[in-house]
Protein backbone atom coordinates (compact mmCIF):
# COMPACT_ATOMS: atom_id res chain seq x y z
CA UNK A 1 0.00 0.00 0.00
CA UNK A 2 2.73 2.29 0.85
CA UNK A 3 3.94 2.24 -2.74
CA UNK A 4 0.75 2.98 -4.55
CA UNK A 5 0.63 6.45 -2.39
CA UNK A 6 4.40 6.88 -3.17
CA UNK A 7 3.88 6.34 -6.81
CA UNK A 8 0.47 8.37 -6.56
CA UNK A 9 2.20 11.19 -4.67
CA UNK A 10 5.11 11.37 -7.26
CA UNK A 11 2.35 11.28 -10.41
CA UNK A 12 0.54 13.99 -8.43
CA UNK A 13 3.76 16.46 -8.39
CA UNK A 14 4.81 15.30 -12.03
CA UNK A 15 1.27 16.28 -12.96
CA UNK A 16 1.34 19.36 -11.59
CA UNK A 17 5.29 20.38 -12.18
CA UNK A 18 4.91 19.14 -16.25
CA UNK A 19 3.42 22.67 -17.24
CA UNK A 20 6.32 24.61 -16.10
CA UNK A 21 8.36 22.55 -16.64
CA UNK A 22 7.14 22.94 -20.73
CA UNK A 23 6.93 26.59 -20.60
CA UNK A 24 10.85 26.95 -19.14
CA UNK A 25 12.09 24.43 -21.81
CA UNK A 26 10.43 26.69 -24.42
CA UNK A 27 12.16 29.82 -22.76
CA UNK A 28 15.45 27.96 -22.82
CA UNK A 29 14.46 26.58 -26.64
CA UNK A 30 14.23 29.87 -27.52
CA UNK A 31 17.95 31.13 -27.77
CA UNK A 32 19.09 27.60 -30.01
CA UNK A 33 20.83 28.02 -32.62
CA UNK A 34 18.18 26.99 -35.68
CA UNK A 35 19.87 27.28 -39.33
CA UNK A 36 15.53 27.37 -40.39
CA UNK A 37 14.34 30.49 -42.42
CA UNK A 38 12.02 32.35 -40.54
CA UNK A 39 12.09 29.97 -37.15
CA UNK A 40 14.36 30.59 -35.34
CA UNK A 41 12.95 34.06 -35.14
CA UNK A 42 9.61 32.87 -34.46
CA UNK A 43 10.80 30.88 -31.83
CA UNK A 44 10.20 33.84 -29.28
CA UNK A 45 6.41 33.31 -29.42
CA UNK A 46 6.22 29.60 -28.81
CA UNK A 47 6.37 30.30 -24.77
CA UNK A 48 3.25 31.98 -25.34
CA UNK A 49 1.53 28.92 -27.19
CA UNK A 50 2.24 26.63 -24.36
CA UNK A 51 0.87 29.34 -21.89
CA UNK A 52 -2.26 29.24 -24.17
CA UNK A 53 -2.76 25.79 -23.74
CA UNK A 54 -2.05 24.83 -20.80
CA UNK A 55 -4.32 27.42 -19.73
CA UNK A 56 -7.10 25.87 -21.24
CA UNK A 57 -7.08 22.81 -19.46
CA UNK A 58 -5.42 23.77 -16.12
CA UNK A 59 -4.56 27.63 -15.39
CA UNK A 60 -3.55 27.07 -11.74
CA UNK A 61 -0.78 24.85 -13.26
CA UNK A 62 0.83 28.37 -14.38
CA UNK A 63 0.11 30.53 -11.66
CA UNK A 64 0.26 34.55 -12.11
CA UNK A 65 3.62 34.92 -10.34
CA UNK A 66 5.46 31.66 -12.42
CA UNK A 67 4.37 33.56 -15.48
CA UNK A 68 6.06 36.83 -14.21
CA UNK A 69 8.90 34.82 -13.44
CA UNK A 70 8.97 32.86 -17.02
CA UNK A 71 8.68 36.20 -18.91
CA UNK A 72 10.95 38.20 -17.31
CA UNK A 73 13.42 35.41 -17.93
CA UNK A 74 12.55 35.36 -21.74
CA UNK A 75 12.89 39.44 -21.76
CA UNK A 76 16.10 38.64 -20.13
CA UNK A 77 17.68 35.92 -22.38
CA UNK A 78 16.02 37.51 -25.63
CA UNK A 79 17.20 41.16 -24.68
CA UNK A 80 20.18 43.29 -25.24
CA UNK A 81 20.96 46.81 -23.73
CA UNK A 82 17.84 49.08 -23.37
CA UNK A 83 15.24 46.27 -24.36
CA UNK A 84 12.35 46.30 -21.81
CA UNK A 85 12.02 43.79 -19.08
CA UNK A 86 8.93 42.65 -18.10
CA UNK A 87 7.02 42.90 -21.42
CA UNK A 88 6.92 38.98 -22.10
CA UNK A 89 5.40 38.92 -18.37
CA UNK A 90 2.68 41.23 -19.39
CA UNK A 91 1.66 39.61 -22.09
CA UNK A 92 2.08 35.83 -20.27
CA UNK A 93 -0.50 37.12 -17.48
CA UNK A 94 -2.56 38.79 -19.97
CA UNK A 95 -2.83 35.43 -22.38
CA UNK A 96 -4.01 33.37 -19.36
CA UNK A 97 -6.32 36.45 -18.05
CA UNK A 98 -8.14 35.98 -21.36
CA UNK A 99 -8.30 32.22 -22.45
CA UNK A 100 -9.40 31.97 -18.78
CA UNK A 101 -12.03 34.61 -19.12
CA UNK A 102 -13.44 32.99 -22.21
CA UNK A 103 -12.67 29.28 -21.51
CA UNK A 104 -16.58 28.15 -22.09
CA UNK A 105 -15.82 28.87 -25.89
CA UNK A 106 -12.21 27.84 -26.33
CA UNK A 107 -12.62 24.18 -24.50
CA UNK A 108 -14.54 21.28 -25.87
CA UNK A 109 -14.92 23.07 -28.76
CA UNK A 110 -13.50 21.91 -32.41
CA UNK A 111 -9.67 22.23 -33.17
CA UNK A 112 -10.16 25.53 -35.82
CA UNK A 113 -11.59 27.22 -33.16
CA UNK A 114 -9.33 27.10 -30.64
CA UNK A 115 -6.70 27.84 -33.65
CA UNK A 116 -8.82 31.05 -34.14
CA UNK A 117 -8.68 32.14 -30.94
CA UNK A 118 -5.32 31.26 -30.39
CA UNK A 119 -4.50 33.74 -33.61
CA UNK A 120 -6.46 36.20 -31.69
CA UNK A 121 -4.81 35.94 -28.82
CA UNK A 122 -1.45 35.83 -30.49
CA UNK A 123 -2.36 38.77 -32.25
CA UNK A 124 -2.58 40.89 -29.13
CA UNK A 125 0.13 39.50 -27.79
CA UNK A 126 2.74 40.77 -30.67
CA UNK A 127 0.86 44.07 -30.74
CA UNK A 128 1.10 44.49 -26.66
CA UNK A 129 4.71 43.71 -27.25
CA UNK A 130 5.63 45.47 -30.40
CA UNK A 131 3.69 48.91 -28.63
CA UNK A 132 6.00 48.36 -25.44
CA UNK A 133 8.57 47.75 -26.89
CA UNK A 134 8.68 50.80 -29.05
CA UNK A 135 7.18 53.19 -25.95
CA UNK A 136 10.19 52.17 -23.86
CA UNK A 137 12.78 52.61 -26.20
CA UNK A 138 11.51 55.03 -27.65
CA UNK A 139 12.23 54.55 -31.36
CA UNK A 140 10.23 53.38 -34.30
CA UNK A 141 10.89 49.93 -34.18
CA UNK A 142 10.06 48.01 -37.74
CA UNK A 143 7.36 46.25 -37.22
CA UNK A 144 8.28 43.51 -40.11
CA UNK A 145 9.98 41.25 -37.68
CA UNK A 146 7.06 40.90 -34.87
CA UNK A 147 4.72 39.99 -37.89
CA UNK A 148 7.00 37.17 -39.28
CA UNK A 149 7.16 35.99 -35.86
CA UNK A 150 3.47 35.82 -36.23
CA UNK A 151 3.26 34.42 -39.33
CA UNK A 152 5.32 31.35 -38.54
CA UNK A 153 4.01 30.39 -34.89
CA UNK A 154 0.28 30.59 -36.27
CA UNK A 155 1.70 27.95 -39.33
CA UNK A 156 3.28 25.96 -36.18
CA UNK A 157 0.52 26.09 -34.16
CA UNK A 158 -1.38 22.98 -35.43
CA UNK A 159 1.31 21.18 -34.90
CA UNK A 160 2.30 22.11 -31.19
CA UNK A 161 -1.38 22.49 -30.24
CA UNK A 162 -2.46 19.07 -30.71
CA UNK A 163 0.98 17.65 -29.25
CA UNK A 164 0.58 19.58 -26.21
CA UNK A 165 -3.08 19.28 -25.82
CA UNK A 166 -2.45 15.25 -25.38
CA UNK A 167 0.12 16.18 -22.66
CA UNK A 168 -1.70 18.27 -20.74
CA UNK A 169 -4.05 16.62 -18.02
CA UNK A 170 -7.61 15.93 -18.95
CA UNK A 171 -9.75 18.49 -18.34
CA UNK A 172 -13.49 17.85 -17.18
CA UNK A 173 -14.66 20.23 -19.44
CA UNK A 174 -13.37 18.23 -22.87
CA UNK A 175 -15.16 15.15 -21.24
CA UNK A 176 -18.47 14.82 -23.73
CA UNK A 177 -21.61 15.78 -22.23
CA UNK A 178 -23.27 12.22 -21.89
CA UNK A 179 -20.49 11.32 -19.73
CA UNK A 180 -20.14 14.31 -17.62
CA UNK A 181 -21.18 14.15 -13.80
CA UNK A 182 -21.08 10.15 -14.02
CA UNK A 183 -17.62 10.37 -12.53
CA UNK A 184 -16.37 10.09 -8.85
CA UNK A 185 -13.91 13.47 -7.96
CA UNK A 186 -10.87 12.79 -8.66
CA UNK A 187 -11.47 9.93 -11.23
CA UNK A 188 -10.77 10.14 -14.68
CA UNK A 189 -12.52 8.63 -17.90
CA UNK A 190 -10.46 7.21 -20.88
Same mark, same amino acid.
Given at each position: ?????? %? +?????????????????????? #?????????????????? +????? /???????????????????????????????? $???????? =?? %???????????? !?? =?????????????????? %? $? !????? +??????????????? /??? !??? !? %????????? +?? $????????????????????? #???
Amino acid at each position: MRADGT %I +ALLDRMGRAALPGTVLLYFVVL #TLAPLRVPYLSDALPLLP +ALVVF /QYSLATPERLPGPFLLAAGVLLDLLLGGPGAP $VGVSALGF =VL %IRAAVMANRRYL !VG =VPFLFQWVGFCLLSWGYV %I $V !VWLLT +ALFTWTAIDPTPAMM /QYA !VVI !V %IYPLLGPLL +AR $VRPRDPLNVPELSRGTARPGE #TTS
